[in-house]
């Protein structure tokens, strides 16, 4: 169904602001999820055939396909309840972070039609936890919905770097409960300092706070631990990648997801200065390797969240060729529409059932 959007929808879309466009459809989409028969119906139409279904377990969470929305889209949790009607195996909202801010000034999103690539310096803009936890109370919870929602953590610009590990764990407090996973962000490139939580002595004492709070949790009645995933950068080198490694294996973590957006200007962007982080195809190859990197380095032990430059099947397969258990896509839907994860999950279904 993606030429479709392409040859109707995208060209309408593509001449609004790229940020007015993306509040269109998330608000849209959360018009969807205000009707849940129609919800139903759509999710029958682009369920897979139980012979062709692929569905996925991983850190104890069942997942019906392999791709998922990445977190960056629906920042506030509001259009999350229509993605399994679009075909989506799960769905990761946020950032979300302690405070409610506005993200950095405009205009912060960037199109590039010709490579299918995005800058974004959208800095973290969400309605902060308490509110989205209070949001989020009214609709159903972990073991009630379609699909797995993971929510992603990140930590608010007004919190210093020494105040952080406190920052995430006022969010953990809040959110938890409504989440069949939490990841923690420590890798977006546009929030001052916070990549500098990836350096060792710093991610290994938020890391060591986060997995003392979750057995906390667990030790309440009625409660259960939540699967813990940490998402890393791809400018990260593989030495500083088998420090994060291990600290995730100390902290018992329960998987990765690699990568965020990148700094780095490779290829026909070596000459483009806008500030921000980069994804689309021209990530595609490095966050593969990283990829393939920590499943060689774990043995394929650590479950992998692929992101990354996913614009059709053949480079979301590549993830999981490389090491990844499921895959996530967000720029690829910008420019392939609505419908592009179910498109790559039946072809995905295909290629293993071929194969």
């Known amino acids: 169904m993606g030429w479709f959007y392409e040859k109707i929808f995208r060209r309408a879309f593509f001449q609004l602001d790229p940020e007015t466009a993306h509040e269109l459809s998330v608000h849209g989409l959360a018009l969807l999820g205000a009707v849940p028969p129609l919800c139903r119906a759509l999710e029958y139409f682009h369920r897979l055939p139980a012979a062709q279904a692929r569905p996925v377990e991983a850190f104890g969470l ?25 075909g989506f195996g799960h769905v990761e909202v946020g950032t979300v972070t302690r405070l409610e801010q506005p993200g950095n000034p405009k205009p912060r999103l960037f199109r590039y039609p010709r490579q299918q690539a995005v800058i974004n310096r959208m800095g973290f803009n969400n309605r902060g936890a308490e509110k989205i936890a209070a949001y989020l109370a009214r609709k159903p919870g972990p073991g009630r919905r379609r699909i797995p929602i993971g929510i992603n953590l990140g930590k608010s610009k007004a919190a210093p770097l020494d105040q952080a590990v406190a920052d995430y764990l006022g969010s953990f407090a809040l959110l938890a409960d409504h989440a069949d996973y939490i990841a923690i962000n420590v890798s977006s490139p546009n929030t001052p300092d916070l990549r500098k939580l990836q350096e060792e ?79 689309g195809p021209p990530l595609r190859r490095h966050s593969t390797e990283i990829i393939n990197y920590i499943a060689r380095a774990t043995n394929g032990r650590l479950p992998i969240i692929g992101v990354g430059g996913i614009n059709d099947a053949a480079s979301a397969g ?14 690829g839907m910008i420019f392939h529409g609505p419908f592009f994860a179910i498109d790559v999950a039946r072809a995905l279904s295909d290629r293993q059932r071929i194969g």
């Open 62 to 86: 069942k997942f019906p396909n392999a791709v998922g929305l990445a977190a960056g889209y629906d920042k506030n949790a509001l259009a999350w309840p229509a993605a399994a009607a679009l």
């Open 201 to 279: 002595d710093r991610l290994r004492e938020l890391l060591a706070a986060l997995s003392a709070a979750n057995r906390d949790r667990a030790a309440q009645p009625g409660k259960t631990k939540k699967p813990l995933l940490l998402k890393i950068a791809p400018d990260l080198s593989f030495r500083q990648i088998d420090d994060v490694l291990g600290a995730i294996a100390e902290f018992g973590f329960d998987g990765i997801i690699a990568t965020n957006t990148t700094l780095e200007r490779p290829g026909s962007f070596v000459h483009v200065t806008q500030a921000g982080g980069l994804s």
């Open 318 to 331: 590549e993830k999981l060729d490389a090491g990844a258990t499921l895959v996530q896509v967000y720029t």
